[in-house]
T-cell receptor
Framework: EDQVTQSPEALRLQEGESSSLNCSYT??????LFWYRQDPGKGPEFLFT???AGEEKEKERLKATLTKKESFLHITAPKPEDSATYLC???????????FGKGTLLTVNP | DTEVTQTPKHLVMGMTNKKSLKCEQH?????MYWYKQKAKKPPELMFV???????INESVPSRFSPECPNSSLLNLHLHALQPEDSALYLC???????????FGPGTRLTVT
């Protein structure tokens, strides 16, 4: 069975303090790994898709990387508006289902 | 444009009511999804439609009835719900089931 573990569960940073979020996964035949950002009471917002180990994607202050067992979301010089829950979701080949992790709640203080 | 729209934004219904949630996308996506999300939990998949046919029902109770009238629309019909069904209901779509899913803003459902 596919498994996903995100750590830490919660992370509090000062504005400008860079850090990384971790997503460890066990999936038979990875089709892709997706990162989403979710604000309270809203739908998840798509950020990145990573397809193969070694791949990296960047968007503003965020960079996502992928290995065969983990994905990292690096946040460089975060701002308060980066505060949100970040969800990762690997997807197996031939499977309709995204397996969401429980998420990391990021709070960036000014 | 990667917009998925959902109506209504909020819904309060009694346990004997019948109501419907609506979802629309105009991205030409052929896969559409319903998710349920409880507070501080990740989204849980309920149903998947692929090319307007129901592909997956994740053992959802029959008081939830999905419908896909055409490739742009997805409905979720609700009947005789329980208070524990109160949650944020999310619709999503993707090009096909192999690609990233784009989520709508959700409908906040409260069952009284």
């Amino acid at each position: 069975e596919d498994q996903v573990t995100q750590s830490p569960e919660a992370l509090r940073l000062q504005e400008g303090e860079s850090s990384s979020l971790n997503c460890s996964y066990t999936v038979s035949g990875l089709r892709g790994l997706f990162w989403y950002r979710q604000d309270p009471g809203k739908g998840p917002e798509f950020l990145f898709t990573l397809y193969s180990a070694g791949e990296e994607k960047e968007k503003e202050r965020l960079k996502a990387t992928l290995t065969k067992k983990e994905s990292f979301l690096h946040i460089t010089a975060p701002k308060p508006e980066d505060s949100a829950t970040y969800l990762c979701a690997p997807k197996a080949l031939g499977n309709y289902k995204l397996t969401f992790g429980k998420g990391t709640l990021l709070t960036v203080n000014p | 444009d990667t917009e998925v729209t959902q109506t209504p934004k909020h819904l309060v219904m009694g346990m004997t009511n019948k109501k419907s949630l609506k979802c629309e996308q105009h991205m030409g996506h052929r896969a559409m999804y319903w998710y349920k999300q409880k507070a501080k939990k990740p989204p849980e998949l309920m149903f998947v439609y692929s090319y307007e046919k129901l592909s997956i029902n994740e053992s959802v109770p029959s008081r939830f009835s999905p419908e896909c009238p055409n490739s742009s629309l997805l409905n979720l019909h609700l009947h005789a719900l329980q208070p524990e069904d109160s949650a944020l209901y999310l619709c999503a779509s993707s090009q096909t089931n192999a690609y990233e899913q784009y989520f709508g803003p959700g409908t906040r459902l409260t069952v009284t």
